[in-house]
């Protein structure tokens, strides 16, 4: 008989960050009756580099809604312990010269793990489908130097237990003239001297790059240099969590991985793909 695979998705969000629906209960349900064996709740930690009056809206929850996003999160995993394993997890964005703010507010909360993300150069969101434009205006090669030099920066700061999305810079689907691979590299040698994980993120898929993140190529990178991964949806929705882990397992597996990464306390722990 087939071993069934052990589940786990460590990257969704809720309501309150304002770009994605529901409630973290109806994340939690999702995954039950889904069959997974742990879900990791990991909403935007609020923005805090932008003054108010040039933010986007909707981007991240709001500094006063963070203590009831944990309170509840911690509930739902005390709820739910005899039928799911429920990660309290955070999505944090590496900026320059605030990793001493950041660092002290997420010693505050119980966090099972911290997923360190890059989505802002500057002020600019180049996550964000309402700032594409900006793309105009510059040098994609330049972007996309400046983009690895923060996630390697983000690696270096001890800050995360991984580094979601590793490549989400390709979203919108601008691509460099110029090799990119010692970039990519001293990012990932980065990762792996600070002892993190590179995380594996399905919604890539559903953007308009249509790929994964990171790409197969950095994935083989990551073996190469024995980085440890993790997996997770970026679900914005209910109904998206899980979306396509499982057949990762399978891609991640071709690819010579033989596990991934689970989260406790910030301390990281095996789960076998075999």
């Known amino acids: 008989m087939k071993r069934q695979p052990y589940l786990v998705d460590y990257h969704t969000h809720n309501y309150r960050c304002g770009h994605a629906i529901g409630e973290l209960r109806e994340y939690v349900e999702r995954a039950v009756e889904l069959g997974f064996h742990e879900i990791g709740l990991s909403d935007h930690f609020p923005l805090f580099h932008i003054p108010a009056e040039r933010r986007l809206p909707e981007i991240t929850m709001e500094m006063h809604q963070l203590e009831e996003y944990v309170q509840e999160a911690i509930a739902l995993k005390q709820e739910f312990a005899q039928q799911i394993d429920?990660?309290?997890?955070?999505?944090?964005?590496?900026?320059?010269?605030?990793?001493?703010?950041?660092?002290?507010?997420?010693?505050?909360?119980?966090?099972?793990?911290?997923?360190?993300?890059?989505?802002?150069?500057?002020?600019?969101?180049?996550?964000?489908?309402?700032?594409?434009?900006?793309?105009?205006?510059?040098?994609?090669?330049?972007?996309?130097?400046?983009?690895?030099?923060?996630?390697?920066?983000?690696?270096?700061?001890?800050?995360?237990?991984?580094?979601?999305?590793?490549?989400?810079?390709?979203?919108?689907?601008h691509h460099p003239t110029s090799d990119m691979t010692e970039n990519i590299r001293e990012a990932l040698l980065a990762v792996k001297a600070a002892n993190i994980c590179v995380e594996v993120n399905t919604s890539g898929e559903f953007m308009p790059v249509k790929e994964i993140f990171p790409s197969k190529t950095i994935l083989h990178m990551c073996k190469e240099l024995d980085i440890p991964i993790t997996v997770g949806s970026d679900s914005h929705r209910p109904h998206n969590v899980g979306t396509n882990i499982e057949r990762i397992y399978g891609e991640?597996?071709?690819?010579?991985?033989?596990?991934?990464?689970g989260f406790d306390q910030r301390r990281r722990y095996r789960i076998s793909l075999l």
């Open 86 to 173: 429920v990660k309290v997890g955070i999505e944090a964005d590496y900026v320059p010269e605030w990793e001493d703010y950041l660092a002290n507010q997420l010693r505050q909360y119980p966090f099972d793990y911290v997923l360190g993300s890059v989505h802002f150069i500057g002020e600019w969101d180049h996550s964000d489908s309402r700032c594409t434009h900006e793309w105009d205006n510059r040098d994609v090669d330049q972007v996309y130097r400046h983009y690895y030099a923060l996630v390697k920066a983000a690696a270096e700061s001890k800050i995360y237990d991984s580094i979601a999305h590793f490549d989400v810079i390709k979203r919108f689907n």
């Open 252 to 261: 991640l597996r071709d690819l010579g991985f033989t596990e991934i990464a």
